[in-house]
C-alpha cells in the first residue's frame, strides 16, 4: 500500500449497506486525517441491510428525503449542507448520480472553496446506445460527471459510459466492485460441502438433486423469473432450486414457481452463517439479472457462477470458459443449456469454482479497490493544484 493520503476526506452515500463497512474502515487506515461517510437510510421496501456505525471511520447520519420511484425516482438528503460546512472536507466522494439532488450543491460547495470532488458510480443513466444523448435530460447529466476532477467507476462498462459522457479518460478509474471475504472463508471453513451439517440442512430442505442458489433482492431487475423458466425447461427433476432473498416480486414468484418448478425452495433473507451453509449445500450459483456483490459473494463461497446481463459489474467478475458463463439477458433456453452443462460436469463445477475463487484473492478485493480510491484522491488533488498554479 502507498504512503497515506493527507487531510479529511469526505464520503457521501445514498445509503450505508452494511457489506461496504469493510472497505469504508480500510480506506480510513491509509488517510492520515479523518474519514467521514455521511449517509442517508433506504426506503423499507428497498431491503437493503444498514449498519449504525463504523470501527475506524466516521459515520454521520442523514435524512433521506426519497421522491417518487423508477426512472423518475430523485433523493435530497437532509443535513449535508450543515456536515460539509462543519466538517470542511479537503476532498470529497459523492455517488455519481444525478438523482442525488444535494450532490449538486456538494459539487459546488467544494468548487467555491477550490478542493477536489471525486464522482463514484455504477456509470450513466443513459438507455444503452445513448439513443438520448442530444435530449436535456442527457446534456444535464453529461456536465454533471465532467465536472468531477476525478471519476472512481465500479466496473469497465461504467468507465465506457463515463468516457462516452465527456469525461476525458485521464480522469477516469476502476475500481472493480468488490467486499470482505472474512464472511464467507469462515463459513468454508465451518461449512465444508461433504460435511454432516450440510449433510443435514440439505434433508431439511429436501433437496436431493444437484442445487443451484440464487442470492438478491426480489425485485424485476434480477429476472428471478428467468431462472425459473430456465430449470422448468431443464427438466423437473434435474435439480433443486435454492432462491435466497426477499422483496416485492417474491409472492409472484413464488406462484411461477407452484406453476413451473414446485423444487424451487423460498428461503427469504439469509446473513452469516445461514447464507455460508446455503452456499456450502449448493454446487452452482445463477442470476440472470443485476447483482454483482451477490456474484462476487457466490465466487468468494468458491462457487461457478452463470449470469446474465446486469450492471456491468458481471463483465469484470464472470470469464467465460474460466469461472462460468455469460449469458443474453431474458433468454431462457441459453440460461437452461448453460446450467445443464455445469450440472452434468461435476468436475467442470470444481474447477470453475476453484477460478472464481482466485480472481476474488488474487484480481479483485477490497485491498485493490482502496489503493484505486487512494490514486483516485492523489490525482484529484494535484489536478486542482495545478489548476490554481496556472491561474
Known amino acids: 500500500m502507498k504512503e497515506k493520503v493527507p487531510g479529511k476526506i469526505g464520503i457521501q452515500q445514498r445509503v450505508l449497506p452494511r457489506y461496504r463497512q469493510p472497505f469504508f474502515d480500510l480506506l480510513a487506515e491509509h488517510c492520515s486525517g479523518a474519514l467521514d461517510i455521511f449517509a442517508g437510510y433506504p426506503r423499507p421496501e428497498e431491503h437493503i441491510a444498514t449498519v449504525d456505525e463504523l470501527g475506524v471511520a466516521n459515520y454521520v447520519h442523514g435524512r433521506n428525503l426519497h421522491i417518487s420511484r423508477g426512472r423518475s425516482y430523485f433523493c435530497w438528503q437532509r443535513g449535508m449542507r450543515g456536515w460539509l460546512k462543519n466538517y470542511d472536507p479537503d476532498e470529497l466522494i ?16 467544494m468548487r467555491t472553496r477550490n478542493r ?18 442530444f435530449s436535456l435530460v442527457s446534456r444535464v447529466r453529461s456536465r454533471f460527471y465532467r465536472a468531477f476532477d476525478a ?20 480522469r477516469i478509474f476502476i475500481a472493480h466492485n468488490a467486499v470482505s471475504t472474512e464472511e464467507a472463508d469462515r463459513g468454508r471453513k465451518r461449512f465444508p460441502s461433504s460435511g454432516q451439517e450440510v449433510r443435514e440442512w440439505r434433508t431439511m430442505n429436501g433437496l436431493s438433486r444437484p442445487t443451484i442458489i440464487c442470492v438478491g433482492r426480489l ?5 428471478v423469473d428467468v431462472l425459473i423458466q430456465a430449470c422448468h425447461e431443464y427438466g423437473e427433476d434435474s435439480c433443486d432450486l435454492l432462491i435466497v432473498g426477499d422483496g416485492p416480486e417474491r409472492g409472484k414468484l413464488e406462484r411461477l414457481a407452484m406453476e413451473k418448478f414446485p423444487r424451487t425452495r423460498f428461503l427469504g433473507h439469509l446473513e452469516s452463517e445461514r447464507l455460508s451453509i446455503a452456499f456450502a449445500a449448493s454446487n452452482l450459483f445463477v442470476l440472470p ?16 457462477v452463470i ?7 458481471e463483465s469484470d467478475l464472470v470469464h467465460d470458459g474460466r469461472n462460468g ?3 443474453a439477458p431474458g433468454d431462457v433456453t441459453a440460461l437452461s443449456v448453460a446450467i445443464q452443462k455445469y450440472l452434468g460436469q461435476p468436475e ?9 475463487r482466485k480472481i476474488v484473492e488474487q484480481e479483485v478485493n477490497i485491498e485493490k479497490m482502496s489503493v484505486v480510491f487512494l490514486d483516485a484522491l492523489r490525482f484529484a488533488r494535484l489536478t486542482v493544484e495545478e489548476k490554481t498554479d496556472r491561474r
Open 94 to 109: 459523492v455517488a455519481a448520480d444525478p438523482r442525488i439532488i444535494t450532490n449538486y450543491l456538494a459539487v459546488r460547495h
Open 325 to 327: 458463463c455469460r449469458v
Open 348 to 356: 467442470l463445477i470444481q474447477t470453475a469454482g476453484n477460478e472464481s
Open 289 to 304: 439479472g443485476t447483482g454483482g456483490l451477490a456474484i462476487y459473494e457466490a465466487m468468494a463461497h468458491c462457487k461457478p
Open 307 to 313: 449470469v446474465g446481463q446486469g450492471d456491468g459489474t
Open 219 to 223: 425485485i424485476p431487475e434480477k429476472r
Open 116 to 133: 477536489p470532488v471525486i464522482g463514484w458510480g455504477l456509470g450513466t443513466l443513459n438507455a444503452p446506445g445513448g439513443g438520448d444523448k
Open 151 to 170: 471519476v472512481i467507476a465500479y466496473s469497465s462498462k461504467a468507465a465506457d459510459d463515463y468516457l462516452r459522457a465527456g469525461v476525458p479518460a485521464e
